[in-house]
């Protein structure tokens, strides 16, 4: 069996490093020239760094990452709503990792290399379409700088992790809308500078109607600077195209934190020192009937979209690729497997997208604000209580896949 995945992005490579484990010859084809480590910071949950800990990338990962300790909830006046454990520091047996994306694609990607070989990893090729008989699959490809027709390849099985906007996903699917709107734009940066809190603490602050801030960590400094994440979220009628790479101006968002001057951070002073700012909207797509195709299927993003609000986007596609890995490497009917693979995965990741959509983590920053009429509050007890803050959390980890009880082995 000889499998081809669409896309070098984290679902594909993780995918790459799970069918080998699993004796599975596969080839990766990216679309851009050289794969770059392009972005800004993302988090992995502890049910993904187990799968990437199983694959023997856990201890590069962790040399280039933050293990989160804890995730704080503060109003947009500063005041502080609730604090819990992250990652190990919450009894997980893997850690959760603040980490740039990029440098978690490049650990992937090396890891690629040296396990598949140089010739494993194919970039400036674009699929374009897929064609299937009884025995395997025709992709059909161009040069993606040119676009000039690449002799058609075969293979036994294609796994399309080609992100957001799917060519393969559009091939099956071509009456489905490119995206959902949320509502709500995004500013994202990264910024060098003093650590804040614990120095390894995600902040989660204020609410949408006003402006909202996501902070976090990814990277230490020899000097004792970190490199902070960031990103601004602000209830807007209009967006921009949903490309990861167009800057973003701080004239279009700063003013809703002019006056987020808390003692433990200065956010204006941070956005303004950033040394990137990207603009994104927050999007996703309505959940799909199916992923599988005979022996074709779909992978993370291209599988199942979602809002970037319980910090699982790359955690989900890791877990398709554990999930794919599993059923080709468990029987010799191709199409059965994808068959199975899409029964364990799609259900869960549907249910993750509704959730994102109405109950994320941060949902407690929103009831805060609903019971305080957006005011600040004398004492956060009188607003709303422990265990409805622990409910809350509790029911996001049990729909995401990482809660401690069933993930931790006994």
């Not at 699993?22 to 050289?34: D, F, K, M, N, W």
């Not at 080609?162 to 959902?180: C, K, M, N, T, W």
């Not at 990103?231 to 987020?260: M, Q, Y």
């Given at each position: ?7 070098g ?10 069918l080998k484990?699993?004796g ?26 187990a ?14 990452s ?53 010739h ?6 674009r699929c ?26 075969r ?21 489905e809308?490119?995206?959902l ?16 809190l ?44 949903n ?29 303004r ?22 022996r074709v ?16 986007g790359?955690g989900?596609a ?44 941060d ?23 422990a265990?409805?803050?622990?409910a ?6 049990k ?6 009880a ?5």
């Amino acid at each position: 069996m000889t499998v081809t995945i669409i896309g070098g992005g984290v679902g594909g490579l993780t995918a790459a490093l799970a069918l080998k484990a699993r004796g599975i010859e596969c080839r990766v084809l990216e679309s851009a020239r050289q794969i770059r480590p392009l972005g800004v910071g993302i988090n992995l949950l502890p049910h993904a760094t187990a799968v990437l800990d199983a694959l023997g990338v856990l201890r590069a990962l962790e040399a280039v990452s933050i293990a989160t300790k804890e995730a704080a909830y503060y109003n947009r006046f500063g005041q502080l709503i609730h604090v819990e454990p992250l990652g190990r520091a919450a009894g997980y047996a893997t850690p959760q990792l603040s980490i740039h994306r990029g440098e978690l694609q490049m650990v992937l990607l090396d890891a690629v290399l040296s396990r598949l070989g140089a010739h494993a990893v194919r970039t400036g090729i674009r699929c374009v379409g897929v064609e299937q008989d009884a025995d395997g699959v025709t992709l059909r490809l161009h040069d993606s700088e040119t676009g000039q027709a690449l002799p058609p390849e075969r293979a036994s099985v294609v796994v399309a992790a080609d992100g957001i906007h799917s060519v393969i996903r559009r091939q099956f699917f071509p009456d489905e809308a490119p995206y959902l709107y949320s509502g709500v734009n995004m500013w994202r940066g990264v910024t060098r500078m003093k650590p804040i809190l614990s120095h390894a603490t995600m902040v989660r602050a204020g609410w949408l109607a006003h402006g909202k801030m996501v902070i976090y960590p990814i990277r230490d400094h020899p000097d004792g600077t970190q490199l902070m994440n960031w990103v601004a979220e602000i209830e807007t009628p209009s967006h921009a195209e949903n490309d990861w790479a167009k800057p973003g101006r701080l004239e279009d968002f700063l003013p809703a934190f002019a006056g987020w001057h808390f003692d433990w951070l200065d956010v204006p002073a941070m956005i303004r020192a950033a040394d990137v700012v990207l603009e994104y909207p927050m999007v996703d797509k309505d959940p799909l009937s199916r992923w599988s195709h005979g022996r074709v299927t779909l992978l993370g993003d291209a599988a199942h979209p979602m809002y970037p609000r319980g910090s699982n986007g790359a955690g989900q596609a890791i877990l398709d690729a554990k999930a794919l890995a599993e059923c080709l490497g468990g029987q010799a009917d191709p199409v059965a497997a994808l068959r199975d693979y899409e029964a364990r995965r799609l259900g869960p990741t549907a249910q993750v997208v509704r959730t994102n959509r109405t109950a994320p983590p941060d949902a407690i920053i929103r009831e805060v604000w609903q019971r305080t009429g957006d005011k600040p509050f004398a004492r956060i007890e009188d607003v709303i209580s422990a265990d409805e803050l622990a409910a809350m959390l509790d029911g996001y980890r049990k729909v995401a896949g990482y809660d401690k009880a069933a993930l931790n082995p006994p």
